[in-house]
């Protein structure tokens, strides 16, 4: 029962938003739903709408405890055995049981009809917003898939990786349904130049390897095998390695350290040494970036993935708090000026989301359709560079619209904007992509045509966006030297996604080329002009 109020009662709770959680991920999300729809993937609407109730709820709640309490790195058993295991806390495990059951590390392999990967590219995005952490092995265990099955004699690992299991336990992979992969790729001394790596891969008569070195970046070190690069007789080459032998001996690896991240705090990234690791090849000696080029457009996919679902949670969160909270008079959101920040951060937000659907379809018709892996290739590049440059400053607008109540703990916003900053980073950071970017243009003939032809589709509907392709057109007629590859790449980025938002037919799409494209725009979000219909841009973003 409650009892009276009495003279001494000093905290009276009130004028609070109710709890976030409890909502429905997909069901909230117009763009999302439309993007997948329009870009292949209507077939799998029950299974999203299924993941968007669990992540909204289920799963945004076990993020908090997975983040709270981080994985610990146990060296030696109580005997005094090196073990080399990472303890994780139980949220961690159901969130990755959730996750790989319902198809986010593998849907696109295991179903393989059209528009799966357009599927699970929906799938990670709502699975990112509950908790991004878990995203970092599901992301590395499907684009090693794109890997392993060029390779027959890989086929156990591949079906076993993009199967709809997790087994956590650390045993050999004959006894498992299920695997997780990671990645053993950057060394101290080379970074993203990992020609530079000087782990070695000495051959064994039996034909496999055995490594020898150390990799200063070794992620999801409880991942049941990792495709790791060194230098072999024959140069540069990628190599299987598991965790546990046949035998069920664990592999010749150390753990050093786990590292302490500014954020990605759920998920364990180590240091290892590696002392005469048992490694199988993965194609050919000296081929090692050929080989594990088929898995940077899945990363980079994902990159762009998860910077577009942490604006979505951001913006999410930002409107939940605005339109039920009080100031001055009236809901935050009645706030002009506030009302105006917060459509600015809606219209990034569909733009992002938009874009990255639309590539998610370049890559699942890459096997079949030449000009869309062309597109493939080098949007992939432009996404993950301008998406994930925008997430970090965008999850920053979104917690000064909550103020105090957007910088603590028991908000998610501090975890997000701790981890906005990691897809720029992770897989080639800006300056990579913009390079790649170049390199495509100048020499991959296909490029140039598949972006005149998605670019000049929609000419003609927006004399705005007619001017800005024409300006392009001339930036890139003038074969833009390296110190210019970032402002080709945003200029790329801008029209990329302003022409799917015409395509779309989005109402935030005048908004979003005129602020965007036309100038009509500061640099700070909020600076919208006045004469938008900000309330209608808001009822889009959330219902």
């Not at 080399?84 to 009809?113: I, N, Q």
């Not at 993935?305 to 969160?317: D, I, K, T």
């Not at 996604?497 to 009509?520: E, H, K, T, W």
Request: hydrophobic residues 45%; contains cysteine; aromatic residues 6%.
């Amino acid at each position: 029962m409650t009892s009276e109020p009495t003279a001494f009662d000093t905290h009276a709770v009130f004028n609070q938003p109710p709890p976030f959680a409890g909502r429905n991920l997909w069901a909230d999300d117009v763009a999302l739903v439309a993007a997948v729809q329009r870009e292949g993937g209507a077939e799998f609407v029950a299974r999203l709408a299924q993941y968007g109730g669990l992540a909204g709820d289920l799963l945004y709640q076990l993020g908090f405890d997975a983040n709270r309490d981080r994985p610990r790195l146990r060296t030696h058993d109580a005997q005094g055995h090196r073990i080399d295991t990472v303890e994780f806390h139980p949220a961690y495990h159901r969130l990755m049981d959730a996750a790989k059951s319902h198809g986010v590390a593998g849907l696109s392999w295991y179903d393989g009809s059209p528009g799966a990967h357009v599927a699970r590219a929906a799938l990670s995005y709502l699975h990112h917003q509950a908790e991004a952490g878990t995203s970092c092995p599901l992301t590395m265990t499907h684009a090693a898939v794109a890997v392993l099955r060029q390779h027959p004699e890989l086929a156990e690992w591949a079906d076993k990786a993009s199967a709809p299991h997790y087994d956590p336990r650390d045993v050999p992979i004959a006894d498992k349904h299920g695997i997780t992969l990671g990645m053993g790729m950057t060394e101290k001394q080379g970074g993203s130049d990992v020609r530079a790596n000087t782990t070695r891969a000495e051959p064994q008569a039996d034909g496999s390897y055995q490594l020898i070195g150390h990799k200063w970046f070794f992620s999801a070190p409880m991942s049941d095998g990792f495709l790791v690069l060194a230098q072999a007789p024959g140069g540069l080459s990628c190599f299987l390695m598991p965790r546990r032998l046949e035998d069920g001996n664990r592999n010749a690896f150390r753990l050093m350290r786990l590292k302490d991240k500014l954020g990605d705090w759920s998920n364990a990234s180590s240091e290892v040494e590696l002392c005469g690791a048992w490694a199988r090849l993965v194609g050919e000696e000296g081929r090692g970036v050929s080989t594990i080029i088929g898995m940077v457009m899945m990363t980079r996919l994902d990159c762009m993935l998860g910077a577009a679902a942490e604006m979505r949670m951001a913006l999410a969160q930002a409107l939940h708090h605005t339109r039920h909270r009080q100031a001055f008079g009236k809901r935050l959101c009645d706030h002009a000026l506030m009302a105006n920040v917060l459509a600015d951060l809606a219209i990034e937000s569909e733009a992002a989301t938009t874009f990255a659907l639309r590539v998610a379809r370049a890559v699942d018709r890459a096997g079949t359709d030449a000009d869309e892996a062309a597109f493939a290739r080098v949007a992939t590049a432009v996404g993950k560079y301008w998406l994930c440059k925008r997430a970090a400053v965008f999850v920053n607008e979104a917690q000064e619209c909550l103020g105090g109540a957007g910088y603590v703990e028991e908000s998610i916003l501090p975890r997000l904007y701790r981890q906005a900053p990691l897809n720029s980073i992770w897989e080639g950071s800006g300056n990579i992509q913009c390079l790649d970017v170049l390199r495509a243009l100048s020499r991959d003939a296909q490029v140039l045509p598949v972006l005149e032809a998605e670019l000049g589709n929609v000419g003609g509907r927006d004399p705005i966006y007619d001017a800005a392709l024409q300006a392009l057109r001339a930036m890139l007629a003038a074969t833009p030297a390296e110190a210019q590859a970032r402002r080709v790449t945003e200029q790329l980025a801008l029209l990329l996604q302003a022409a799917v938002l015409l395509r779309a037919d989005s109402p935030n799409a005048a908004a979003f080329i005129r602020s965007r494209l036309g100038g009509d725009h500061a640099m700070a979000f909020g600076t919208l002009p006045d004469d938008l219909d900000v309330a209608a841009v808001l009822t889009r973003a959330l219902p």
